[in-house]
């Protein structure tokens, strides 16, 4: 079935440094999906990439999604406290079914 | 004010006993679903439902059992058949024509 790898799984970082995590699929996807979950709260929806190539910013966020649609990243410019969570990308290969969600990256920021 | 609610928050069982955790939208999606979160394994698929009175099961389904009367409700059972319960359990919905799923604050569940 379906694999979506994600990496690093903890990482943590001075405030004011940059972050990135990055996800891989075993099969090429229909687009991808970029959740964060705070300490103690449930996922949030982020932002959605579709287009192969694509990339997309929100504020300090940049969302990537790779030419062979098999991979993204996620990369946080100048982290502060306030993006401490986990954040987890899920792929779906269409058909609105179904996604598979990586095994999240866990963001520490060190004020 | 729209949402989807789980209830309660925090449940203790014994071990043996059967338990049901609720989940409702009133986001009038069609589909609906249950995850497992363990810390270090992500988000695993329990049970999925894309339309009333149809379910199906997802990665990890075994002593698990869900039901979908109403659009509104998916109710999950946690029976005496999973070996290990303790987790957090989260509920999701999705509208119609996006993979975009909205996630219930969570049930965290104890089993002693």
């Known amino acids: 079935g379906q694999q979506v790898m994600q990496i690093p799984q903890y990482q943590h970082v001075q405030e004011g440094e940059d972050f990135t995590t990055y996800c891989n699929s075993s099969t090429t996807l229909s687009n991808i999906q970029w959740y964060k979950q705070r300490p103690g709260g449930h996922p949030v929806f982020l932002i959605q990439l579709v287009k192969s190539g694509e990339v997309k910013k929100q504020k300090r966020l940049t969302f990537q999604f790779g030419e062979a649609k098999k991979n993204s990243s996620l990369h946080i410019t100048a982290t502060q406290t306030t993006d401490v969570g986990t954040y987890f990308c899920a792929g779906s290969t269409g058909g609105y079914q179904k996604v598979t969600f990586g095994i999240g990256t866990k963001l520490q920021v060190i004020p | 004010d729209g949402g989807i609610t789980q209830s309660p928050k925090y449940l203790f069982r014994k071990e043996g006993q059967n338990v049901t955790l609720s989940c409702e939208q009133n986001?009038?999606?069609?589909?609906m679903y249950w995850y497992r979160q363990d810390p270090g394994q992500g988000l695993r698929l329990i049970y999925y439902?894309?339309?009333?009175?149809?379910?199906q099961k997802g990665d990890i389904a075994e002593g698990y059992s869900v039901s979908r009367e109403k659009k509104e409700s998916f109710p999950l059972t946690v029976t005496s058949a999973q070996k290990n319960p303790t987790a957090f359990y989260l509920c999701?919905?999705?509208?119609?024509?996006?993979?975009?799923?909205?996630f219930g604050p969570g049930t965290r569940l104890t089993v002693l």
């Open positions: 986001l009038n999606h069609d589909a």
């Open positions: 439902s894309q339309i009333v009175n149809d379910f």
């Open positions: 999701a919905s999705r509208p119609t024509s996006t993979d975009t799923q909205y």
